[in-house]
């Protein structure tokens, strides 16, 4: 068991923990679309059904995301990889060529998904280097579809 923490070795433990991966999306207050792959995402509570995700400091869409009264969580499918590599690069023009639903308080909903949660700001906490932003479930839809797996560093494969 080790004690003092090497942030390489770290974060290879980490991703021992298999996750979903969600695109998170919101506007800015000039109308923008913002968004960011990512794998923070749970469930914190049924009732109220309220749900978290951490965002780093030092991403572009962090101030933002800290002003944003709604957002929509993303879930993606087990075919949207590209998806997950898209918002992953920092910057603009992630929205390109994308055809996309209208949430609340214009919140982008991507063309595809294996669910969508459609969220209130509730609570901010500190977490590190990292804010972690809590949400209120006020829209959610469920297409049944596989969710895309991440771990250790990978996606799950697809199945043939
Ligand atoms: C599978 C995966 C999971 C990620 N999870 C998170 C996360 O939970 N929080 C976060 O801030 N960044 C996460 N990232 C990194 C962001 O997607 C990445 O830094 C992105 O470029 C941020 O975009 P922005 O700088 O335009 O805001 C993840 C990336 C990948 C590929």
Known sequence: MKSKVDRDE???AMGCFATGVAVVTTCDKNGARVGL???S???VSLD???VLWSIAHDSLSYATFMEAEFFAVNVLAMNQQDISERFAKSGRNKFDGLVC???INGA???PEYSAVYECRTEY???GGDHKIIVGRVLKFEDRGTDPLIFYRGHFLAQEA
Request: glycine share 10%; hydrophobic share 30%.
């Open 10 to 12: 770290y974060r290879r």
């Open 37 to 39: 792959t990512i794998s």
């Open 41 to 43: 995402f749970n469930s």
């Open 48 to 50: 109220p059904p309220l």
């Open 101 to 103: 639903g209208v949430g």
């Open 108 to 110: 982008p909903i991507l």
């Open 124 to 126: 901010h906490y500190d």
